[in-house]
Nanobody, 127 residues
Framework: QVQLVESGGGLVQAGGSLRLSCAAS????????MGWFRQAPGKEREVVAA????????YYADSVKGRFTISRDNAKNTVYLQMNSLKPEDTAVYYC????????????????????WGQGTQVTVSS
């Protein structure tokens, strides 16, 4: 089992920044690719960003490219999502997720491939 706990969400004005953190415990963090997903009211969960287990590869949804940055610190068992130039349409519950890939160098963008999920943290961007 892997436990994931997100933090850093909150209310911010459009154009502002937030940094989300996701602390992992329970298994070897470096064996997992990590992803950030979000779900807005009435919408399906969507991938925001993902990172391979050794940080060699990253993925960003088109809607956040150039504004969001995913990173990880395997020594701290933590993955981050730096969100800049926030827009009202970024308002959602943000979830981190872990995908067991002990020998992989890539990461998934499909939520069905992720094995563990955090409880989510609310991000609200006011206009």
């Amino acid at each position: 089992q892997v436990q994931l706990v997100e933090s850093g969400g909150g209310l911010v004005q459009a154009g502002g920044s937030l940094r989300l953190s996701c602390a992992a415990s329970g298994r070897t963090f470096s064996n997992y690719a990590m992803g950030w997903f979000r779900q807005a009211p009435g919408k399906e969960r969507e991938v925001v960003a993902a990172i391979s287990r050794n940080s060699g590869r990253t993925y960003y949804a088109d809607s956040v490219k150039g504004r969001f940055t995913i990173s990880r610190d395997n020594a701290k068992n933590t993955v981050y999502l730096q969100m800049n130039s926030l827009k009202p349409e970024d308002t959602a519950v943000y979830y981190c997720a872990a995908d067991f890939r002990p020998f992989g160098v890539t990461m998934a963008t499909d939520s069905s491939e992720y094995d563990y999920w955090g409880q989510g943290t609310q991000v609200t961007v006011s206009s």
